[in-house]
């Protein structure tokens, strides 16, 4: 089991910046990556980006590059979405989750472990 906490979500104004963090506990050594999506009201869940637990390998989505930059702290066992030049369209419930197996990074049925969310809300 993996137990993901989310934190530092809050309402900010348009152009402004967020880093949400994500603490991991349990048998982290079973997980090949760790992702953030985001689920806007009456809407699926999306992809944002993705960080492999070990390694340098990430991935993000085309809405969010250049904006938001997903790092990791192995030593905290924790990952980060640094979210800049926020826009409305950016608010949403966002979450984290952990995958044990490779491939389909983007599809949310490949993560076995998600947090319990944490808002984001951009005011135009």
């Known amino acids: 089991q993996v137990q993901l906490v989310e934190s530092g979500g809050g309402l900010v104004q348009t152009g402004g910046s967020l880093r949400l963090s994500c603490e991991a506990s349990?048998?982290?050594?079973?997980?090949?990556?760790v992702a953030w999506f985001r689920q806007a009201p009456g809407k699926e869940r999306d992809f944002v980006a993705a960080?492999?637990?070990?390694?340098?390998?990430?991935w993000s989505a085309g809405s969010v590059k250049g904006r938001f930059t997903i790092t990791r702290d192995n030593a905290k066992n924790t990952v980060y979405l640094e979210m800049n030049s926020l826009k409305p369209e950016d608010t949403a419930v966002y979450y984290c989750?952990?995958?044990?197996?490779?491939?389909?990074?983007?599809?949310?049925?490949?993560?076995?472990?998600w947090g319990q969310g944490t808002q984001v809300t951009v005011s135009s």
């Open positions: 989750a952990a995958s044990g197996v490779d491939g389909a990074i983007s599809n949310p049925g490949r993560y076995d472990y």
């Open positions: 349990g048998r982290t050594f079973s997980t090949y990556a």
């Open positions: 960080i492999r637990w070990s390694g340098s390998t990430t």
